[in-house]
T-cell receptor, first 119, second 114 residues
């Protein structure tokens, strides 16, 4: 079974600075998908960014970018120019492609990193 | 723009009671799933469905039943509630079963079992 590890339970950053959240995963698959989700106090799960394992180019979405290191099984999220609205829990998630059955067809989540933005 | 709708938002049950958490999506998504979120943990997959009439178990299926009679609806049933099932439950849907598509989440149901 796949596992996802987020080693930083909590991170704090000054507003306007850059912060990097870590994520590592364990899999024997060569093709898979990785996601970062944001969960603000409202409890909604909001997709921040996604990465296909077969793509070498790191995904970017405005102030959010990833550093995807496939060999190291690492998928970190960089938030540039941090804003107060970025304060939330951030979850890294993994998924294998297609439908395989046997309980393997959903997102596997890490335990999350609580991001605090200091004004 | 309803997206994924979960009802109720909050519920308190007594041990042994049964109930159904409702989930509906209006995006014609094939894939739907249920997760539970416990303190200090990420979401864990309970059950999922890749289309009407097809369901499968996830990581933590015990104590829960699901069915998928229509594309739109994917209810989660607790047959005999236990305190260990106190959690926040999320329903999600996804277009197709190719996993590069993002999952859309409902707002969650906070369930307390006394």
């Amino acid at each position: 079974a796949q596992t996802v590890t987020q080693s930083q339970p909590e991170m704090s950053v000054q507003e306007a600075e850059t912060v990097t959240l870590s994520c590592t995963y364990d899999t024997s698959e060569s093709d898979y998908y990785l996601f970062w989700y944001k969960q603000p106090p409202s409890r909604q799960m909001i997709l921040v960014i996604r990465q296909e394992a077969y793509k070498q180019q790191n995904a970017t979405e405005n102030r959010f970018s990833v550093n995807f290191q496939k060999a190291a099984k690492s998928f970190s999220l960089k938030i540039s120019d941090s804003q107060l609205g970025d304060a939330a829990m951030y979850f890294c998630a993994y998924r294998t492609p297609g439908w395989r059955g046997g309980g393997a067809d959903g997102l596997t989540f890490g335990k999350g990193t609580h991001l605090i933005i200091q004004p | 723009n309803a997206g994924v709708t979960q009802t109720p938002k909050f519920q308190v049950l007594k041990t042994g009671q049964s109930m159904t958490l409702q989930c509906a999506q209006d995006m014609n998504h094939e894939y739907m799933s249920w997760y539970r979120q416990d303190p200090g943990m990420g979401l864990r997959l309970i059950h999922y469905s890749v289309g009407a009439g097809i369901t499968d178990q996830g990581e933590v299926p015990n104590g829960y039943n699901v069915s998928r009679s229509t594309t739109e609806d994917f209810p989660l049933r607790l047959l005999s509630a236990a305190p260990s099932q106190t959690s926040v439950y999320f329903c999600a849907s996804q277009q197709g079963i190719n996993s590069n598509q993002p999952q859309h989440f409902g707002d969650g149901t906070r369930l307390s079992i006394l």
